[in-house]
């Protein structure tokens, strides 16, 4: 085998290997991005109730830590993170100004919640959208399912 042959040899060898590598790579899922808001949902209030809460799991999947600043929904008066702790043997809601997102973050019953007061509920709507707002970032909208807690 003279150089030149070596060379080419090589050449398509890498070639097929680069090749090889970009199929493998196009059948894996793709890595996820950004921040990912998973089951996300509202407790359905009796009749005449305007005050509820929301619950989700914040994922972030950007690398370094994000911070949630606040949390708006246009259907709703006022919605702010409250984190529930027991205290004295009390459960107690406690106002959260931010929340940093290392990894994740559940927003689930009895722990950090959305608190929703002035929701009119009664026209029996199957989903509601609620913006996070986030330090540094553009603000993501999320679809909340309506679930009724006692089912
Ligand atoms: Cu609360």
Known sequence: MNRFDCV?????LLI?????????????????????VTDAWIRKMPPGVSN???FMTITNHTGSAVTLTGVS?????????????????MAKMQHLDTV???QSVNFEPGGKHVMIMGL????????????LHFANKPSLDVT???RDANQ
């Not at 009119?120 to 913006?131: C, E, F, P, V």
């Open 16 to 36: 097929i290997s680069i090749l090889g590598l970009t199929l493998v790579a196009c059948n894996q899922e793709p890595p996820k991005e950004g921040i990912e």
């Open 144 to 146: 909340a399912e309506v």
């Open 52 to 54: 509820t809460a929301a």
């Open 73 to 89: 929904m246009d259907d709703a008066g006022h919605v702010m993170m409250h984190e529930t702790k027991v205290v004295d043997d």
């Open 120 to 131: 009119d509920m009664s026209q029996g709507a199957t989903s509601y959208n609620i913006r």
């Open 100 to 102: 940093v997102i290392e």
């Open 8 to 12: 080419n040899t090589i050449s398509k």
